[in-house]
């Protein structure tokens, strides 16, 4: 079962593909991907500047280093929060306000299925000699993939830093404009809880490389407690922490909207300024960073072409009607979707498993595809090509844990059961931390696939041309049921497609590395199984090392 975010309105859905399980019908919790944790880094980080390899050959661990003594560090930072993300409080009026509703975000669990035949008379219980239906049943009773779906459980709003803080903000050249996101009900909750523990976590560990010494020893946490009167030296750690993470992989958090000022507000009077009802009682209104609404999922949305051909014409300076220009040539656009988007997304990646973190719900709506300019659609356009002005962070941490927590997740371990491999609660093997880093590998294989078949399809300039489904269904279909994960049956699949021609010779270029990267990642989890007990640690970091990427 994988978890499935999405957002009412430009965003898109989250999805976080895994394994599947058993019959009279097991389902499987897929998903979880996974995190490294700090002392995985330790072990592959000198891995990035080594020979590309595909089996990850290059990455021993290393004799010095304690999986169990890094695991241990890792706990005692696993609260940490210098720059005060759980503890400061804004104040709705005097320090931001909300300028417009965007939509409502839920997700859906996706649930894969797979069946065996009934042994119960059988005195053998092994899982692994299980006899598994093949194919599977075409029944409605037993079906390969169910859905269930939260509904709303997040509601986001676009907001403005305002009076003395914005202004500090605006003295700094930087953004003053904020999202705001209003988690009500115990799960969505829970949601904000893990989001703020994963992100407080980044923070910490930027204002440490910083040596930032003011948040370190606590100054910041103080200041925040007293923000009503110590808000003017607040406000200029807010506008520290705004410079540093306009430099990270991932979207910051500044803090949560003091909503007991507001418990007096006449409810007529929100619904009139936004259309939507007030706070909801016990909510939580998380503060973070703002890098605009546009994502991998609405990048893959269409076909650039089909996009160049929806845009309305345009006047020249006669009045008459201007068609809209050509896309870029195909080299230019796989250049930035190969180096710029699946580049930094990987690296985002890497970055949050190297501080001992897992995502747990990796899709395309994860990563935001923004801009360091005020424009933060720019980047998103089918006509830019600049890698240099795209910057990817990886959002949503609602589902996202800490490594050592992975070993206490019973789900997490009937999923590595399904491969083979066999963990007690609480392990801290280092099979466990590469089974946990392979899961969120395979969940960014679903995303780098649907992003290059969608992105780089060649359609004729009417783009009448039919286009291949590429949603997540279809893909998991294709590589899991239909090929079984036989890459090169797969990519002649792909070849036979028009559209696709371009893209096929790319990936078979420097002796067919993009194809190699898609199959590390899709088969990481079975890798990890066939190397049980090997030293060899799979990483995203590593993984940047392909000639794909460079």
């Known amino acids: 079962m994988f978890s499935f975010w999405y957002l009412l309105l430009p965003f898109s859905l989250v999805v976080l593909p895994g394994p599947c399980r058993s019959f009279l019908p ?5 998903g979880n991907p996974s995190i490294l944790s700090d002392a995985i880094r330790r072990l592959s980080l000198a891995s990035s500047k080594e020979e590309w390899t595909s089996d990850f050959d290059g990455f021993v661990g290393d004799d010095n280093t304690s999986l169990s003594d890094f695991l241990a560090k890792s706990r005692e930072g696993s609260n940490r929060d210098f720059t005060a993300v759980q503890t400061r409080l804004f104040s709705l009026g005097e320090d931001l306000i909300i300028n417009d509703f965007i939509g409502n975000m839920g997700f859906d669990e996706v649930t894969d299925w797979e069946y065996y035949y009934d042994e119960s008379e059988s005195d053998n219980d092994d899982d692994e000699d299980r006899k598994v239906v093949e194919p599977n049943p075409f029944e409605k009773s037993m079906p390969k993939r169910t859905r269930i779906s939260s509904g709303s459980v997040v509601r986001v709003f676009r907001a403005e830093l305002v009076g003395r803080l914005g202004a500090t903000i605006s003295s700094r050249g930087l953004d003053r404009r904020i999202l705001v996101k209003e988690y009500s009900g115990e799960l969505a909750l829970q949601l904000a809880r893990n989001d703020q523990v994963a992100i407080s976590r980044l923070q910490s560990q930027l204002m440490e490389k910083e040596k930032n010494k003011d948040a370190i020893e606590g100054g910041w946490i103080q200041c925040a407690n007293a923000r009503t009167v110590l808000a003017r030296k607040d406000d200029a750690h807010v506008g520290d922490l705004l410079r540093t993470l306009s430099l990270t992989s991932f979207l910051g958090i500044l803090g ?6 507001i418990d007096d507000m006449n409810p007529n009077e929100f619904y009139r ?3 939507v009802p007030p706070p909801k009682t016990n909510s939580v209104w998380v503060v973070y960073e703002y890098a605009g609404l546009n994502t991998i999922a609405s990048y893959t949305s269409m076909a650039p072409e089909k996009k160049r051909a929806a845009t309305p014409p345009k006047k020249n300076f006669f009045g008459r ?14 250049n930035f979707v190969i180096k710029g988007i699946m580049k930094e997304s990987l690296s985002a990646l890497a970055t949050i498993h190297e501080e001992g973190i897992v995502h747990r719900s990796i899709g395309r709506n994860s990563f935001v595809i923004s801009s360091p300019t005020q424009n933060k659609a720019e980047a998103s356009s089918i006509y830019f090509t600049r890698v ?5 962070k990886l959002s949503d941490f609602g589902f996202a844990g800490l490594l050592e927590d992975s070993a206490n997740d019973q789900e997490f371990i009937s999923r590595a059961r399904s491969f083979g491999l066999s963990f007690r609660t609480g392990d801290t093997s280092l099979t466990m931390t590469n089974f946990a880093m392979a899961e969120d590998l395979h969940a960014l294989g679903f995303v780098f696939l649907g992003l290059l078949l969608v992105s780089l399809a060649d359609l004729p300039e009417n783009a009448n041309a039919p286009m291949p489904n590429t949603d997540e269904d279809t ?3 294709l590589l899991n049921e239909i090929f079984k994960l036989d890459f090169q049956a797969f990519r002649e699949y792909v070849e036979a497609e028009e559209v696709w021609e371009k893209l096929v ?3 078979d270029e420097k002796d067919g590395a993009g194809w190699t990267v898609l199959e590390t990642l899709f088969k990481a989890r079975e890798t990890v199984a066939e190397k049980e007990n090997s030293l060899k640690v799979i990483t995203a970091r590593g993984l940047l090392s392909n000639p794909f990427f460079q």
């Open 475 to 477: 893909i998991q279909k």
């Open 256 to 261: 949560q909207v003091n909503l007991a000022e």
């Open 273 to 275: 300024a936004l259309g």
């Open 321 to 334: 009607f201007v068609q809209p220009p050509a896309l870029p040539p195909f080299r230019e656009r796989a």
């Open 505 to 507: 010779l790319l990936l």
């Open 388 to 392: 240099s002005g795209l910057v990817v």
């Open 26 to 30: 097991q389902k499987n919790t897929c």
